[in-house]
């Protein structure tokens, strides 16, 4: 079993901060693309931005210049520094991971999901 755990969603006003965490834990022998999406009400889930094994990153143009994304291969864990944030990134934010388990198998997998709200 692998599971993605987020954590760091909240409530912050435009143009504050957020910074959400995604760990990894289970039967896992390794970890390719990790990234975040979001979903807005009555929207269709998007692409936040991705990161590769090899550190390779890409943003939507929504948060470009707004959103860094990066990750702790020792702590199978993948974060993403959320600045000036506006009411517009209001959504429930979603890590995705490519993992390839103790198996031999890879999959995709999901987290639960975690709120973030932007106030204006």
């Known amino acids: 079993q692998v599971q993605l755990v987020e954590s760091g969603g909240g409530l912050v006003q435009a143009g504050g901060s957020l910074r959400l965490s995604c760990a990894a834990s289970?039967?896992?022998?390794?970890?390719?693309?990790m990234g975040w999406y979001r979903q807005a009400p009555g929207k269709q889930r998007e692409l936040v931005a991705t990161?590769?094994?090899?550190?390779?990153?890409n943003y939507a143009d929504s948060v470009k210049g707004r959103f860094t994304i990066s990750r702790d291969n020792a702590k199978n864990t993948v974060y993403l520094q959320m600045n000036s944030l506006k009411p517009e990134d209001t959504a429930v934010y979603y890590c995705?991971?490519?993992?390839?388990?103790?198996?031999?198998?890879?999959?995709?997998?999901w987290g639960q999901g975690t709120q973030v709200t932007v106030s204006s």
């Open positions: 995705n991971a490519d993992i390839t388990s103790i198996r031999w198998t890879t999959d995709a997998y």
């Open positions: 289970g039967s896992i022998f390794s970890i390719n693309a």
């Open positions: 990161i590769t094994t090899g550190d390779t990153t």
